[in-house]
C-alpha cells in the first residue's frame, strides 16, 4: 500500500512537473509570435491594388491588408536602399543612423556599419528568437563586422552587395559566409531566377523553424532594376501595353519594360500568398505577424515609367526625393486573430519605429536611444502615442536634401549649400500632393523648421553635407 502511495505520488508529481512545463510552453510560445517582415525593393505607394492600382494585379497583398491593418501615412528610412535598410535594422532614423547614403565598397558591398552596432534582430535573437535574413542585405560586405551574420541573423541568403542585386540571374549567392554557385547561369545563361531561389529559401527557413520563435527579414530584391523576368511570369502581361524597349546598359535590355515591371510586382504578390498559405498549412497563421512594405519610392531606371503606372499613387516625387512619392510607402500588418481586419490607420509612422514595435510584439524591451517609437498600440487598437515629427537627409547624387513632417506640414530643402537656403513648405491636410509651396505665407512655421534641421542632424563624418550647418 505505501509503495501504491509512492508510486501515486511520484506520477502526480511528474504531471504536474510536466503540466507546468507544458504549462511554461505554451504561455512562451503565445509571448513570442513569429514575425515576418517583407520589404520590396523600389515599389512605389500607389502599386497595389489596395492603394488604388488599376492596372498591376495584387491580389494576395489586397486579401492581406482585408485582413489586416492598411496604413496611409507609414514612411520609409530614406529614399535609397541602404539608408533606408539601416534605419529599419536600427530604429535611429537618418539625422543620427550610420548610413545616410549609398556609399558602395570594391568589388563587393557597401558601407559597413560599426561592429557595436545593435540592431533589432540582435534583441530578437537574445530572446530566443531564430532570426534569418533573406533577400538582399546592402549593408556591408561580406565578412565585414556588418554581415548578416555579425548583425544578429543566425542564417543569411542572398546578395551580401545591393549593386550585385541589379541583376537576377548570377552566377552566386551568399548562403551565411560561402558562396553558392549557379553553373546554369554562367557564360550568359538565365535559368536561376534569383528571386524565386529567395522565396525557397525563405519557405525551407520557415520550416525549419516552425516549432520555436523565428522572425524572418525577407527583403526581396525586385521590382528593382533591372527590369528582367521568366517568360513565364512576363506573359502575363506582355503585349498588354504600349511599349518604349530599353536598349540596356547598366542593366538588362528589355523590349517590354512595361510588362516587365508589372510582372515582377504580380509575381512577388503570388510569392507573399505562397508565404501565407504555408503558414496556416503549419497552424502558424495566428501566432505569425506579416508586415510588408517598400524600402522607397519607384525607381525610373531599366526603362521604367513610373508614371504610367501612378506608382507614386499621385504623390509627387520617386526614388531619390525627399517629396511624399519617394519616401512614403505602402504598409501593411495581418496577425489573424490578434488585430482587427479591415482596418486603415491615418497614424504617421516610419521605419525606425519598427525596432520598438517588433520588441513589444516578443516581449522585449527596447533600447532607450531609438528615435522610433512603437505603433503596437494602434494595431492593437489602443491608444497612441505620436510623433513630434519626423526627419530625414539624404546624401546622393542630386545633392544634399533634408525634410520633416511635421503634424500637417511638411518641409523640404533641397541643395544644402549655403546658410539659408531655400526651404519649401507644404500644408498635407490641403495639399497632399505637395503641389503649393506656402513657404511665403508662413515664415514663423519656416524659422521652426529651420531650427529643426539644425537640432535634428547630427553631424557625420561619412556624410558631411556640402554645406555643415
Same mark, same amino acid.
Given at each position: 500500500?505505501? !509503495?501504491?502511495?509512492?508510486?501515486?505520488?511520484?506520477?502526480?508529481?511528474?504531471?504536474?512537473?510536466?503540466?507546468?512545463?507544458?504549462? @511554461?510552453?505554451?504561455?512562451?510560445?503565445?509571448? $513570442?509570435?513569429?514575425?515576418?517582415?517583407?520589404?520590396?525593393?523600389?515599389?512605389?505607394?500607389?502599386?497595389?491594388?489596395? %492603394?488604388?492600382?488599376?492596372?498591376?494585379?495584387?491580389?494576395? =497583398? +489586397?486579401?492581406?491588408?482585408?485582413?489586416? /491593418? &492598411?496604413?496611409?501615412?507609414?514612411?520609409?528610412?530614406?529614399?535609397?536602399?541602404?539608408?533606408?535598410?539601416?534605419?529599419?535594422?536600427?530604429?535611429?532614423?537618418?539625422? @543620427?543612423?550610420?548610413?545616410?547614403?549609398?556609399?558602395?565598397?570594391?568589388?563587393?558591398?557597401?558601407?559597413? !556599419?560599426?561592429?557595436?552596432?545593435?540592431?533589432?534582430?540582435?534583441?530578437?535573437?537574445?530572446?530566443?528568437?531564430?532570426?534569418?535574413?533573406?533577400?538582399?542585405?546592402?549593408?556591408?560586405?561580406?565578412?565585414?563586422?556588418?554581415?548578416?551574420?555579425?548583425?544578429?541573423?543566425?542564417?543569411?541568403?542572398?546578395?551580401?552587395?545591393? !549593386?550585385?542585386?541589379?541583376?537576377?540571374?548570377?552566377?552566386?549567392?551568399?548562403?551565411?559566409?560561402?558562396?553558392?554557385?549557379?553553373?546554369?547561369?554562367?557564360?550568359?545563361?538565365?535559368? !536561376?531566377?534569383?528571386?524565386?531561389?529567395?522565396?525557397?529559401?525563405?519557405?525551407?527557413? #520557415?520550416?525549419?523553424?516552425?516549432?520555436?520563435?523565428?522572425?524572418?527579414?525577407?527583403?526581396?530584391?525586385?521590382?528593382?532594376?533591372?527590369?528582367?523576368?521568366?517568360?513565364?511570369?512576363?506573359?502575363?502581361?506582355?503585349?498588354?501595353?504600349?511599349?518604349?524597349?530599353?536598349?540596356?546598359?547598366?542593366?538588362?535590355?528589355?523590349?517590354? *519594360?512595361?510588362?516587365?515591371?508589372?510582372?515582377?510586382?504580380?509575381?512577388?504578390?503570388?510569392?507573399?500568398?505562397?508565404?501565407?498559405?504555408?503558414?496556416?498549412?503549419?497552424?502558424?497563421?495566428?501566432?505569425?505577424?506579416?508586415?510588408?512594405?517598400?524600402?522607397?519610392?519607384?525607381? /525610373?531606371?531599366?526603362?521604367?515609367?513610373?508614371?504610367?503606372?501612378?506608382?507614386?499613387?499621385?504623390? &509627387?516625387?520617386?526614388?531619390?526625393?525627399?517629396?511624399?512619392?519617394?519616401? &512614403?510607402? *505602402?504598409?501593411?500588418?495581418?496577425?489573424?486573430?490578434?488585430?482587427?481586419?479591415?482596418?486603415?490607420?491615418?497614424?504617421?509612422?516610419?521605419?525606425?519605429? /519598427?525596432?520598438?514595435? =517588433?520588441?513589444?510584439?516578443?516581449?522585449?524591451?527596447?533600447?532607450?536611444?531609438?528615435?522610433? #517609437?512603437?505603433? %503596437?498600440?494602434?494595431?492593437?487598437?489602443?491608444?497612441?502615442?505620436? @510623433?513630434? =515629427?519626423?526627419?530625414?537627409?539624404?546624401?546622393? %547624387?542630386?545633392?544634399?536634401?533634408?525634410? #520633416?513632417?511635421?503634424?500637417?506640414?511638411?518641409? /523640404?530643402?533641397?541643395?544644402?549649400?549655403?546658410?539659408? $537656403?531655400?526651404?519649401?513648405?507644404?500644408?498635407?491636410?490641403? +495639399?497632399?500632393?505637395?503641389?503649393? +509651396?506656402?513657404?511665403?505665407?508662413?515664415?514663423?512655421?519656416?524659422?521652426?523648421?529651420?531650427?529643426?534641421?539644425?537640432?535634428?542632424?547630427?553631424?557625420?563624418?561619412?556624410?558631411?553635407?556640402?554645406?555643415?550647418?
Amino acid at each position: 500500500m505505501k !509503495m501504491n502511495q509512492s508510486l501515486l505520488l511520484l506520477v502526480t508529481s511528474l504531471f504536474l512537473s510536466t503540466s507546468c512545463v507544458s504549462s @511554461h510552453k505554451s504561455k512562451l510560445e503565445q509571448a $513570442s509570435p513569429n514575425i515576418i517582415y517583407i520589404l520590396a525593393d523600389d515599389m512605389g505607394y500607389g502599386d497595389l491594388g489596395c %492603394y488604388g492600382q488599376k492596372i498591376i494585379e495584387t491580389p494576395n =497583398l +489586397d486579401l492581406m491588408a482585408s485582413e489586416g /491593418v &492598411r496604413f496611409t501615412n507609414h514612411y520609409t528610412g530614406s529614399t535609397v536602399c541602404a539608408p533606408s535598410r539601416c534605419a529599419l535594422l536600427t530604429g535611429k532614423h537618418t539625422g @543620427h543612423s550610420v548610413v545616410r547614403g549609398n556609399k558602395e565598397i570594391q568589388p563587393e558591398g557597401q558601407m559597413a !556599419m560599426p561592429a557595436g552596432t545593435r540592431t533589432v534582430a540582435h534583441l530578437l535573437q537574445e530572446a530566443g528568437y531564430s532570426t534569418g535574413c533573406v533577400g538582399k542585405w546592402g549593408l556591408g560586405y561580406p565578412g565585414s563586422e556588418s554581415d548578416p551574420l555579425n548583425m544578429g541573423f543566425d542564417y543569411f541568403f542572398g546578395y551580401n552587395c545591393q !549593386m550585385k542585386a541589379h541583376h537576377y540571374f548570377p552566377e552566386y549567392l551568399w548562403e551565411n559566409d560561402q558562396k553558392i554557385f549557379y553553373p546554369e547561369n554562367s557564360k550568359g545563361q538565365q535559368k !536561376m531566377y534569383s528571386h524565386d531561389e529567395t522565396t525557397r529559401k525563405a519557405i525551407s527557413f #520557415i520550416k525549419e523553424n516552425k516549432e520555436k520563435p523565428f522572425f524572418l527579414y525577407l527583403a526581396y530584391a525586385i521590382p528593382h532594376a533591372e527590369l528582367v523576368i521568366p517568360e513565364e511570369y512576363l506573359a502575363k502581361y506582355k503585349g498588354e501595353f504600349a511599349e518604349t524597349p530599353f536598349a540596356g546598359g547598366h542593366y538588362g535590355k528589355q523590349n517590354y *519594360p512595361r510588362a516587365a515591371y508589372a510582372a515582377m510586382i504580380s509575381h512577388l504578390d503570388s510569392d507573399v500568398g505562397k508565404l501565407n498559405s504555408l503558414l496556416k498549412k503549419y497552424g502558424l497563421d495566428e501566432n505569425t505577424i506579416v508586415m510588408f512594405a517598400s524600402d522607397n519610392g519607384p525607381h /525610373v531606371e531599366g526603362g521604367n515609367d513610373p508614371l504610367f503606372f501612378k506608382s507614386s499613387g499621385g504623390l &509627387r516625387g520617386e526614388k531619390r526625393s525627399l517629396y511624399e512619392g519617394g519616401i &512614403r510607402t *505602402p504598409f501593411i500588418v495581418k496577425w489573424s486573430g490578434k488585430i482587427k481586419s479591415g482596418v486603415v490607420s491615418e497614424h504617421v509612422s516610419a521605419f525606425w519605429d /519598427v525596432f520598438p514595435t =517588433l520588441c513589444d510584439i516578443a516581449g522585449v524591451k527596447a533600447p532607450g536611444d531609438l528615435d522610433g #517609437i512603437s505603433f %503596437y498600440p494602434e494595431l492593437m487598437g489602443e491608444k497612441q502615442k505620436n @510623433h513630434e =515629427l519626423l526627419y530625414w537627409e539624404f546624401h546622393g %547624387y542630386t545633392g544634399d536634401k533634408q525634410a #520633416i513632417r511635421k503634424g500637417k506640414w511638411k518641409a /523640404v530643402r533641397n541643395k544644402i549649400i549655403e546658410v539659408n $537656403s531655400q526651404i519649401e513648405l507644404y500644408d498635407l491636410e490641403l +495639399d497632399p500632393f505637395e503641389q503649393n +509651396d506656402v513657404s511665403e505665407q508662413f515664415p514663423e512655421i519656416i524659422n521652426d523648421m529651420r531650427s529643426l534641421f539644425d537640432k535634428t542632424h547630427v553631424q557625420s563624418e561619412e556624410f558631411p553635407f556640402e554645406y555643415e550647418l
